[in-house]
């Protein structure tokens, strides 16, 4: 019902940044929380952003002052501007659109992923 395309990823050096985007299209709801997530080999997939309608911003503690997510709900994007970036950063990132109904239930939609590596 929803679709995600990310792009952005890749291989940087540790201080390098990156910028991830990711366009939805389909059924997207009035209210809905656009988010990143990352996932290691190995691990559980953990949140780093997600943002709200109105711009209400969440970080992990892992990347605060060092990530910033913003979205333009014109386009349907939303983007994650990585600088600093760390070898601990290397990861599979997701974009993530949870799609909230007026019950407070929501559906929740993935992207493809995007590969990025931070070389040591």
């Known amino acids: 019902q929803v679709q995600l395309v990310e792009s952005g990823g890749g291989l940087v050096q540790p201080g390098g940044s990156l910028r991830l985007s990711c366009a939805a299209s389909?059924?997207?709801?009035?209210?809905?929380?656009m988010g990143w997530y990352r996932q290691v080999p190995g691990k559980e997939r953990e949140v780093v952003a997600s943002i709200t309608p109105i711009g209400s911003t969440n970080y992990a503690d892992s990347v605060k002052g060092r990530f910033t997510i913003s979205r333009d709900d014109a386009k349907n994007t939303v983007d994650l501007q990585m600088n600093s970036l760390k070898t601990d950063d290397t990861a599979v990132y997701y974009c993530?659109?949870?799609?909230?109904?007026?019950?407070?239930?929501?559906?929740?939609?993935w992207g493809q992923g995007t590969q990025v590596t931070v070389s040591s």
């Open positions: 993530n659109i949870r799609n909230y109904r007026y019950s407070g239930q929501y559906d929740s939609y």
């Open positions: 389909g059924s997207i709801f009035s209210f809905n929380v």
